[in-house]
């Protein structure tokens, strides 16, 4: 057997409610898993092994019964949908069916993966799930637990499809004109390849004279697509204003000033495609509350001026 790599995840509190592709590790229930993500390369006709690490913070022993689902993408937002397994990575894995551990213990938990001879070159996803729910109840009874997982991105080498492009780009909601930042973008990417793609790139931001105004990742999150699916990402430009009343959204319309016409461009690459896509769309920034402030004081100061300049002149026919 290869022995596997496994890279250390930092450990954060986390439900099975936000199991995200991107997520870097996993944690429900006073139950950790670390790492919650592993990127694994294998070769068809390969058997990998690996392991992980589960602990027990709860205040007595507990028993995790294993399982395996594959899972693909769910919609647009990147979230898995956990689907029972009949073939694919899910069948490959082989993990423990059953674990105990003492109060406060941690163990490293063993895995392996055998890879079919002749399967298909690409990408490969299932999660490995431990439960304190066992699976093996009555019929009759409801089984209540916590669940803790691992993702397991497997991609087998051979002649990978590439292939994936920007199919929308958008500021949200359609909008043309703003009053101020943020102002948020939206894109949709598609992966027609037969791995997980994960675009990466840069929003630029550039005013009426052509100069840059901004820029920001175009992915932050680092989230991936899965072959055959899209996904919808929001990009952000500027910070978030501390409050939404008129007086407060001049102010940072005054210390952020942007006025006129500008455009984004969306520059990506999307690591297993090959090539830079590119989107662009123009949009208009009026200030309308600060330069209302702005109106409102010239007018208060010229007409100020006005009744001063005539009551000098008053005082000075009254002069003579």
């Keep these: 057997m290869s022995q596997l790599p496994i890279s250390s995840r930092y450990f954060y509190s986390l439900s099975i409610a936000i199991f995200f592709l991107a997520t870097p590790l996993f944690h429900a229930s006073a139950l950790t898993i670390s790492p919650a993500r592993l990127e694994i390369n294998g070769d068809p006709g390969q058997v990998i092994s ?136 939206t894109y949709r990417f598609s992966n027609t390849g037969s791995d997980r793609a994960r675009p990466e790139g840069s929003l630029h931001i550039k005013n009426m004279l052509a100069f840059i105004a901004g820029s920001t990742s175009a992915n932050p999150s680092s989230g991936n697509v899965l072959p055959g699916s899209t996904r919808r990402f929001e990009v952000m430009w500027g910070d978030a204003r501390p409050s939404h009343g008129f007086f407060s959204t001049a102010a940072y319309q005054f210390s952020n000033f942007f006025f006129g016409w500008y455009r984004a461009s969306l520059d990506l690459s999307a690591g297993n495609t090959s090539g830079i896509v590119s989107e662009t769309l123009n949009f208009f920034i009026f200030p309308w509350q600060l330069i209302l402030i702005v109106c409102v004081v010239f007018v208060i100061f010229f007409w100020g001026m006005r009744r001063y300049n005539q009551w000098i002149i008053k005082r000075a026919q009254l002069g003579r």
Excluded: C, M
């Design 50 to 185: 690996g392991e992980f690490i589960l602990i027990n913070e709860q205040d007595e022993a507990k028993v995790f019964y294993s399982s395996a689902q594959n899972f693909e993408a769910q919609g647009e937002t990147g979230t898995p949908n956990f689907v029972d397994a009949k073939d694919g990575l899910a069948t490959w894995i082989s993990v423990p069916e059953q674990i105990t551990l003492e109060k406060g213990e941690q163990k490293k938990i063993p895995f392996s993966i055998s890879i079919p001879a002749g399967v298909e070159a690409g990408g490969h996803f299932a999660a490995i799930f431990l439960s304190t729910a066992s699976p093996y109840g009555g019929s009759s009874q409801v089984s209540v637990g916590a669940k803790i997982g691992i993702l397991i991105l497997l991609r087998v080498s051979g002649q990978i499809k590439e292939g994936g492009g920007i199919t929308s780009f958008s500021t949200i909601n359609d909008s043309v004109f703003f009053s101020s930042l943020p102002i948020g973008f």
